[in-house]
């Protein structure tokens, strides 16, 4: 790819990388457990199905993310696809402090998995692998279970903003 025509190119600094990122339109989940007694959970919006067989999903957690240690060793987690009436959710999820499960009404597992309720998919999922990539770390999840509700439309993350799906 050449710099010319009406894409010039641009320097690979992370503000340019991140904004180029951001045209890519993609979910937003919620990734929680129960750790010592406690909901425990991030946001992620770099979720993807990996595998049918073996059922495998992924998503990218940053390696500077203090949470994630804490949910890396939980035996179960739960996978919530977060909906349009999530957009507060996504914020507080992903929020550096504060308690990130404000105004959410989540079910626990006997396993330890959190879900967010008004999701439209919960994945009940244990990490299979952990593949270093750069300053993230992709996890590799095994869905155990899974549950669909067809009537919640996900929430997309769209150039740094969360939006609806139009239609």
Known sequence: MSGSGTHPAAGLDPTSLREAFGHFPTGVIAIAAEVDGARVGLAAST??????????????????????????????????????????AARTLAAKTGDRFAGLE????????????????????????????????????????IRVDPEVAPIVFH???FRRLGG
Request: charged residues 15%.
């Open 47 to 88: 979720f993807v199905p990996v595998s049918l067989e073996p059922p495998l999903v992924s998503f990218c957690v940053q390696n500077t993310s203090t949470t994630w240690p804490r949910l890396a060793d939980a035996p179960y987690l739960g996978i919530s696809v977060l909906g349009e009436s999530h957009d507060a």
């Open 159 to 161: 150039r740094s903003a």
């Open 106 to 145: 989540t079910t626990s597992t006997e396993r330890g998995a959190v879900f967010v309720h008004g999701t439209s998919v919960w994945l009940e999922s244990a990490i299979d692998q952990l593949v270093p990539a750069g300053d993230h770390t992709i996890v590799v999840l095994r869905v155990c279970d």
